[in-house]
């Protein structure tokens, strides 16, 4: 994930995001261990470590609140939160508590990089990390720390470390099933030209990677426009591509360039199909000038199920989530968010049923996963520290009248040659 745009900090916003982090940090003050002073076992029996005691389990969040993805940030932090209180309402996991311990690093790399070392001798492990390059500055720690991380971010860079773990598909893949997509529905043909709007950095580079790769199997060329996550008109690049000749676009960026990219083409008579990774969209775009391009012209591929999905797992966190913040939007975040806490709860539940809730258990519990299914979307396989935990795509499409603003298209499925290409990569 990549900066989709900037915009100035309000007071209302700062003053929201830090209400929001000082009630989620409530009660969070005090030591990680137990009441004896010591980090070995509990009085149960059951082996501890940092963020652990008798009576505790604290977990992370390195989270944006007040940056370019503080809508995002927000929604994640609160499913999560709400997954905490449910969980904590059952009795805990391994009859402790759960908290979680918010930090915001407004999506600032360096900020993320204090935060992080002020937060991790008092955590367990993350459910959460936004931005593809704070984790990318803090793999090194994360590793060393034996610190199980889920980063908010898709890049294939991000895989082959144990404490790593990016959930779902890759960019690469994802945009190998949006060539297949254009393809099967017959929307481009071979011999013809697609164009890909990307961010610079890993995310765009991955996303690439993955759509020329399927190019070449399909016999069409492709155009790249890279773009900076700065650039939030896109009219140079709708008129490279139109003179490019492309039949379609690809674009793997923020919500800002989406919008950009759609109404710019259908102003300019640009009628050609355009697909964004998921980080490329959000639902507040169907509140701009640019909602009937989008809904027009757009599918959006993503390793999760809209938030208006009919799977009994979605359809249950939404009516919670609605019930516990109400007005709040229902945005991929909270999916994302609450299906990442999800997952962490199962790890908790596994090393604690192993006598442990070290760090390296709870790692170790996390790579025995090979059927990980929270009912939110596909099942995933954790046991593979170099490859996706899933390969299946799903394909949306943006509606201005569904929560979350997408309904589905096509449900998850893997794209022909996904297996060949992971296995050309290594």
């Known amino acids: 994930m990549n900066v989709t ?12 995001a830090a209400a929001l982090a000082a009630v989620l940090l409530a009660g969070t003050a005090c030591s990680t261990k137990t009441e004896g002073g010591s980090t070995e076992d509990g009085a ?18 390195l989270t944006d609140l007040t940056g370019p993805y503080a809508t995002l940030g927000k929604s994640i932090v609160q499913a999560q939160q709400m997954w905490a209180d449910e969980i904590n309402a059952a009795g805990g996991i391994c009859e402790r508590k759960v908290e ?25 492990a993350l459910p959460q990390v936004i931005g593809s390059p704070v984790v990318a500055a803090l793999l090194d720690d994360i590793q060393r720390d034996s610190m199980l991380t889920f980063p908010q971010a898709w890049a294939a860079s991000l895989l082959g470390m144990d404490a790593v773990q990016v959930l779902g598909t890759t960019y690469d893949l994802d945009m190998i099933a949006a060539v297949d997509f254009l393809t099967r529905s017959k929307k481009i043909a071979k011999g ?25 199997q399909a016999g069409v060329k492709v155009v ?6 700065t650039d939030t008109d896109l009219t140079a690049q709708v008129s490279a591509l139109s003179k490019a000749g492309v039949k379609a676009v690809l674009i793997s960026a923020g919500p800002a360039q989406t919008a950009s990219l759609a109404g710019v083409a ?8 355009i697909i964004s990774s998921a980080p490329g969209y959000s639902p507040q775009l169907m509140k701009t000038p640019a909602a009937p391009a989008l809904e027009a012209m757009v599918h959006v591929v993503s390793a999760a199920p809209a938030v208006s999905s009919e799977l009994p797992g979605v359809k249950k966190m939404v009516a919670s989530y609605n019930a516990k913040y109400p007005g709040e939007p229902v945005d991929s975040g909270v999916l ?3 299906n990442a806490a999800q997952l962490m709860g199962a790890d908790l539940k596994k090393a604690c049923e192993g006598g442990s809730l070290t760090r390296e258990a709870v790692v170790k519990a996390h790579r025995s996963q090979k059927n990980a299914d929270t009912g939110l979307g596909t099942p995933q396989n954790f046991t593979y520290v170099t490859a996706p935990a899933s390969r299946s795509t799903y394909v949306l499409k943006p509606d201005a009248k569904a929560v979350g603003g997408l309904v589905g298209v096509e449900e998850a499925h893997k794209a022909p040659g ?5 296995a050309a990569r290594g």
């Open 418 to 422: 996904v297996d060949a290409y992971l």
């Open 224 to 229: 790249g426009q890279k773009i900076k996550a």
């Open 266 to 273: 259908a102003a300019r008579g640009l009628q050609v199909p």
């Open 5 to 16: 745009h900037t915009r100035p900090r309000t007071a209302r916003t700062a003053a929201l």
């Open 100 to 124: 979680i311990v918010v930090k915001d690093h407004g999506y600032d790399v360096q900020k993320a990089v204090t935060a992080y070392a002020d937060i991790s001798p008092d955590v367990v």
């Open 336 to 338: 994302s968010g609450y």
């Open 192 to 216: 013809d030209t697609i164009g890909h709007v990307y961010f610079e950095g890993d995310y765009g580079a991955n996303a690439l990677e993955g759509s020329e790769w399927a190019a070449e």
């Open 44 to 61: 149960d029996g059951v082996k501890a470590g940092p963020g652990v005691s008798d009576k505790a389990i604290k977990l992370g969040a």
